[in-house]
């Protein structure tokens, strides 16, 4: 999994220019490297790694609740369009023979780094869930079954873990919806706790795509819907991913 | 440290009324279990507590920058009054022999229960931070070496982990000056990104405290204070921790 030349934007050149903001984000260029359809690019960006472990599947930690509604959707995935998006211990299994596209590149002299969400090794303890696209409505759904290790008030959900997994799930719905890559704001309101070992469902759509930007809402509730845990916003900033001449 | 009697607020009762809710917010009462003065309230909540281990302490993985700056401000808790906010594994060590105010019970039928933002357990892999508070300003340091786990875009902070540590410094800021327990809302604008192993010096400030909410800022930056990596403000709900009676 180590690979060189990755390499990745750190300016985000938003709400005015940044002193000392030395570079600059390129304008954003259409065609992309997967080509223009939405299908070609999501079956690129979801392909299954058969040497990387799909944390996007069932384990013995999810609860009935989360398996149900998973097996739901596993459905809908074979009539209705939706595609179930798998989930990697690091971004850099998603985007293998790609490289990010400004010009610094990221210090790779250790092999052992992890997508955030997929922190916690150990099953049931930390982040479970999975994220269902449905690419012609550019809407996603995530299950979450948060374990004990995500804990804010005592048997709760701390509100920075509910929003680091909405975070993501806005950035997977936001590549695959139009390659928007890079959050530049995020905004959420916490209504109701959220019960450790619960199941909560994350709704989120993409609300409009404009000027290279991409606006995402997402409303966080119970599976009955009678609960809403929360409502959040983001922007995503769009920049396409391009062929890694230097892959080795 | 497993324990009964919690009890948590499930309802926030903020921006109008949640269809459905059923425990509503009672009026925050002044006059704190702890007394009223925030000496007494910053001392029991930073006692050390002799069986919880401290993850607010230097450890091998802390490299220089973490360390210089961490004895920077350890000095300036001798004479400044600054304060080193301790940091255990869940915040039960923080709360004993106390309860929440609402009439939610959490589930306590685990023991390992973990605060989120100390959920990885290796040195150096995950969140190495320590908050330093200022109670006469109201104000926090939080001191952020991120590790490898905490991945996004490849060899960078994944946004959700900053926005996590961000939201848990604020909350801890909150509760030691005037009892801001829960996040009400939280917004983040990113403007560069953080790359793994370096180090982030999160600024907050508590804005204002208005009809029982806390209102705080944060800037992250880089130690030199040339980079800007966020932008962040924060609401948090006051609620004051009860004695709890039914402690065993």
């Not at 971004?91 to 610094?104: A, E, M, T, V, Y």
Request: net charge positive.
């Amino acid at each position: 999994m180590l690979r060189r030349g990755f390499q990745a934007a750190v300016i985000l050149g938003h709400h005015g220019t940044l002193p000392g903001a030395t570079h600059l984000l390129p304008r954003f260029n259409p065609a992309s490297a997967f080509g223009s359809s939405m299908e070609s690019l999501v079956s690129r960006f979801c392909q299954e790694m058969k040497k990387s472990k799909n944390y996007a599947l069932p384990n013995a930690s999810w609860g009935p609740d989360m398996l149900s509604l998973y097996h739901e959707f596993l459905e809908k995935t074979k009539t209705n369009g939706w595609v179930r998006v798998p989930s990697f211990r690091s971004n850099r299994d998603h985007i293998q023979g790609f490289k990010l596209p400004l010009d610094l590149s990221a210090n790779s002299d250790k092999s052992d780094w992890r997508l955030f969400t997929r922190c916690i090794e150990r099953e049931g303890q930390g982040y479970e869930y999975v994220i269902f696209f449905q690419p012609s409505e550019k809407k996603s759904i995530c299950l979450f079954q948060p374990g004990p290790y995500l804990e804010g008030v005592p048997g709760f959900v701390h509100g920075g873990s509910l929003a680091a997994l909405i975070d993501e799930t806005f950035s997977k719905t936001a590549y695959l919806s139009g390659e928007g890559l890079l959050t530049v704001n995020f905004n959420i309101r916490f209504k109701n706790l959220i019960p450790l070992g619960s199941l909560a469902v994350l709704n989120v759509n993409v609300e409009k795509i404009e000027d290279q930007k991409m606006y995402l809402s997402c409303v966080t509730q119970s599976r009955d819907q009678q609960t809403v845990y929360a409502k959040a916003s983001g922007t995503f900033l769009q920049m396409h991913l391009e062929e890694d001449s230097s892959r080795q």
